[in-house]
């Protein structure tokens, strides 16, 4: 069955490390996306791409960075973790002709703390 | 002013009982509407898109309001797997689409 599976799932890591979070997908979805959710917040998008080589800053993009090489994978990047990056990430996925339109689907999500 | 909101809840019903969640979204301009459901520590997962005509899906009923600009969801006869946190969610085109969640009510069936 396809899926979208996201790695690792629990990462403690200290302030100023470089952390990446990756995220496969085996539907062929040409949309990806990463969110983050905290207590009392909606899923916050913090980078989006609708294709290969195509990358898009969300609402909450300061410190973060993807690349899309190809349609399975959009790792996330943390390039100098901070505290207030601890969160629990959810990549998603979706593949219809109005992007974002559609149902979404989510990976398991990735917990990550920043001490 | 968010943009979806929600009451957080929680709400404690019991077994059986018949509970609705409401949602209001502040940009007229939205277009597409859906209710998540998302299980404690796990991922969401679609639950049912919402239509202006309304829709039906076993106990569940989706409304959209959009006069009012409001979303909600009905749920009948719960059962106890229904504890989990619905979000409410609006997608809407403003140069791109933009898909926004709420923060999510929080629902405990008890027996």
């Known amino acids: 069955d396809a899926e979208i599976t996201q790695s690792p799932r629990h990462k403690i890591t200290e302030t100023g490390r470089q952390v990446t979070l990756a995220c496969h997908q085996t539907?062929?979805?040409?949309?990806m996306f990463w969110y983050r959710q905290d207590l009392g917040h909606g899923l916050r998008l913090i980078h989006y791409?609708?294709?290969?080589?195509?990358?898009n800053k969300g609402e909450v993009s300061d410190g973060y960075s993807v690349s899309r090489s190809n349609t399975e994978d959009l790792p996330l990047t943390l390039e100098s973790a901070a505290s207030s990056q601890t969160s629990v990430y959810f990549c998603?996925?979706?593949?219809?002709?109005?992007?974002?339109?559609?149902?979404?689907?989510f990976g398991e999500g990735s917990r990550l703390t920043v001490l | 002013r968010k943009e979806v909101e929600q009451d957080p809840g929680p709400f404690n019903v019991p077994e059986g009982a018949t509970v609705a969640f409401n949602c209001t979204y502040s940009?007229?301009?939205?277009?597409?509407f859906f209710w998540y459901r998302q299980d404690c520590r796990k991922e969401p997962k679609l639950l049912m898109s919402?239509?202006?005509s309304g829709n039906e899906d076993g106990r569940f009923t989706a409304q959209l309001n959009r006069a009012s600009q409001y979303i909600s969801l009905l749920i009948r006869d719960s059962k106890l797997s229904d504890s989990a946190t619905y979000l409410c969610?609006?997608?809407?085109?403003?140069?791109?689409?933009?898909?926004?969640f709420g923060a999510g009510t929080r629902l405990f069936v008890k027996a």
């Open positions: 998603a996925s979706s593949d219809n002709g109005q992007p974002n339109t559609g149902e979404l689907f």
């Open positions: 539907w062929n979805h040409n949309n």
């Open positions: 791409s609708y294709g290969v080589q195509d990358t």
């Open positions: 940009n007229s301009a939205s277009q597409s």
């Open positions: 919402v239509y202006s």
């Open positions: 969610v609006v997608t809407l085109n403003t140069g791109g689409f933009k898909t926004i």
